[in-house]
């Protein structure tokens, strides 16, 4: 591929000045070479790895951190869109932090019990064995927030943490929400210290994982619970879909705080919903989330999203990623400063299929989306625990080397 910066969109060209100005102007660096190397191939027109590949290098090392610390704080001024045309070839975005624990030869109970630094070591050994372009630095250990509001959680061995008892069972409940513990979210800072932790040694593309409003409130009253109650109730859910916005918002800035360029917002309970009711209940309200982030946000609902994907699209959320939903159908229904990020099924191929079979399911959803620009590659939802790591690196692989 040659990147030739006169012919390179305005995004890409700014990156890739940056990288030459450090280049020209640095004159003793370990990894200089290479970099130096990479420029003359651009400005020649010779054939040179994608940008975003580079970018992977250079995060990597330590001796190119202050070039990379330059790249994120260009990076913070970009839309979703522009990193995906800058990339130089299709993104991954990688779900798959239960498999970092099997990679680390760890349990998930171990890591979601075991504090900041054990999980920092185990997502380490996960993303430097994948090198993704996106890469989420915390354990999926949403359920945990209720535990400030007397909720009461339970840690499977090899299972994420799920809520046992919801704090919030009725109106006289609601008194609750007022009343934080914070002696009870140990477990909630700990996993913000992992941020933290790659922040201070590498310079890649940190995506933080904040829980949507809907979902949050599943977490406090309990996700059937609340779907019956929309009908039942809608005051008392709108009530505490205000107070998981205000939670939503502070858990993200957190995470930005600490490092994170990107957001995802999982929804997965919004799901439950009919068109009316996730307008009413979870969309509205998840707009409310991303309008108080400064930063691009990606939102993702599990599930058969395709009777909502205007909605979804209208939050204002960068990206919207979907599991079951035909992708080719839902491109013209979907803003082109949006971008759409799915769905290669976890549980199907790529858990049970051979390398060669996930590479062809693979290329076959790269080769429909060919001409969509707007275009991330992903799997659907969280790639279980027992995938082989094979499996993954063959998914992997093939992005990366599409053309």
Same mark, same amino acid.
């Given at each position: 591929?040659?990147?030739?910066?006169?012919?390179?969109?305005?995004?890409?060209?700014?990156?890739?000045?940056?990288?030459?100005?450090?280049?020209?102007?640095?004159?003793?660096?370990?990894?200089?070479?290479?970099?130096?190397?990479?420029?003359?191939?651009?400005?020649?027109?010779?054939?040179?790895?994608?940008?975003?590949?580079?970018?992977?290098?250079?995060?990597?090392?330590?001796?190119?951190?202050?070039?990379?610390?330059?790249? *994120? /704080?260009?990076?913070?001024?970009?839309?979703?869109? =522009? #990193?995906?045309?800058?990339?130089?070839?299709?993104?991954?975005?990688?779900?798959?932090?239960?498999?970092?624990?099997?990679?680390?030869?760890?349990?998930?109970? $171990?890591?979601?019990?075991?504090?900041?630094?054990?999980?920092?070591?185990?997502?380490?050994?996960?993303?430097?064995?994948?090198?993704?372009?996106?890469?989420? %630095?915390?354990?999926? !250990?949403?359920?945990?927030?209720?535990?400030?509001?007397?909720?009461?959680?339970?840690?499977?061995? !090899?299972?994420?943490?799920?809520?046992?008892?919801?704090?919030?069972?009725?109106?006289?409940?609601?008194?609750?929400?007022?009343?934080? =513990?914070?002696?009870? &979210?140990?477990?909630?800072?700990?996993?913000?210290?992992?941020?933290?932790?790659?922040?201070?040694?590498?310079?890649?593309?940190?995506?933080?994982?904040?829980?949507?409003?809907?979902?949050? &409130?599943?977490?406090?009253?309990?996700?059937?619970?609340?779907?019956?109650?929309?009908?039942? =109730?809608?005051?008392?859910?709108?009530?505490?879909?205000?107070?998981?916005?205000? #939670? +939503?918002?502070?858990?993200?800035?957190?995470?930005?705080?600490?490092?994170?360029?990107?957001?995802?917002?999982?929804?997965?309970? +919004?799901? *439950?919903?009919?068109?009316?009711?996730?307008?009413?209940?979870?969309? $509205?309200?998840?707009?409310?989330?991303?309008?108080?982030?400064?930063?691009?946000?990606? #939102?993702?609902?599990?599930?058969?999203?395709?009777?909502?994907? /205007?909605?979804?699209?209208?939050?204002?959320?960068?990206?919207?990623?979907? !599991?079951?939903?035909?992708?080719?159908?839902?491109?013209?229904?979907?803003?082109?400063?949006?971008?759409?990020?799915?769905?290669?099924?976890?549980?199907?191929?790529?858990?049970?299929?051979?390398?060669?079979?996930?590479?062809?399911?693979?290329? =076959?959803? #790269?080769?429909?989306?060919? !001409?969509?620009?707007?275009?991330?590659?992903?799997?659907?939802? $969280?790639?279980?625990? /027992?995938?082989?790591?094979?499996?993954?690196?063959?998914?992997?692989? %093939?992005?990366?080397?599409?053309?």
């Amino acid at each position: 591929m040659a990147l030739m910066i006169a012919r390179q969109p305005k995004e890409t060209a700014v990156l890739i000045g940056i990288i030459r100005d450090y280049a020209r102007n640095t004159t003793d660096g370990q990894d200089l070479e290479e970099i130096k190397g990479w420029v003359n191939k651009v400005e020649g027109g010779e054939p040179a790895q994608p940008l975003i590949d580079l970018m992977d290098l250079i995060a990597y090392k330590e001796s190119l951190r202050p070039l990379g610390l330059q790249l *994120l /704080e260009e990076i913070k001024r970009m839309t979703l869109l =522009d #990193l995906v045309t800058a990339a130089g070839r299709r993104m991954y975005f990688h779900l798959a932090l239960s498999v970092h624990s099997r990679l680390a030869g760890t349990t998930i109970r $171990e890591n979601i019990l075991g504090g900041a630094e054990r999980q920092f070591k185990t997502i380490q050994i996960g993303l430097e064995k994948v090198h993704p372009d996106f890469n989420i %630095t915390i354990f999926p !250990d949403l359920a945990p927030v209720v535990e400030p509001f007397g909720g009461k959680v339970e840690t499977p061995e !090899d299972q994420v943490p799920m809520v046992v008892e919801h704090p919030i069972k009725s109106r006289e409940d609601l008194h609750k929400l007022n009343n934080m =513990d914070m002696s009870k &979210a140990g477990r909630f800072l700990e996993t913000m210290k992992t941020i933290q932790m790659f922040t201070d040694q590498y310079t890649f593309l940190k995506c933080s994982v904040a829980a949507g409003p809907f979902s949050l &409130a599943g977490f406090l009253i309990g996700a059937e619970q609340i779907a019956r109650m929309t009908i039942k =109730d809608p005051e008392f859910v709108k009530t505490v879909l205000d107070f998981s916005v205000g #939670l +939503a918002v502070m858990g993200a800035r957190t995470q930005i705080e600490l490092g994170a360029e990107i957001v995802l917002v999982g929804d997965p309970t +919004a799901s *439950l919903l009919s068109p009316k009711a996730y307008q009413t209940f979870a969309a $509205e309200y998840t707009r409310k989330v991303i309008e108080q982030i400064e930063r691009p946000v990606i #939102l993702h609902v599990c599930g058969q999203t395709s009777h909502i994907i /205007e909605m979804m699209c209208a939050t204002g959320a960068q990206g919207i990623s979907v !599991d079951l939903v035909d992708l080719p159908a839902i491109v013209s229904r979907v803003p082109s400063d949006v971008v759409i990020i799915g769905n290669i099924s976890p549980v199907g191929t790529l858990l049970n299929g051979t390398a060669e079979e996930v590479r062809k399911e693979t290329k =076959d959803l #790269l080769d429909k989306m060919r !001409d969509v620009p707007n275009y991330i590659l992903a799997t659907g939802c $969280e790639i279980p625990l /027992e995938t082989p790591y094979e499996n993954i690196m063959a998914m992997v692989e %093939t992005v990366k080397n599409y053309h």
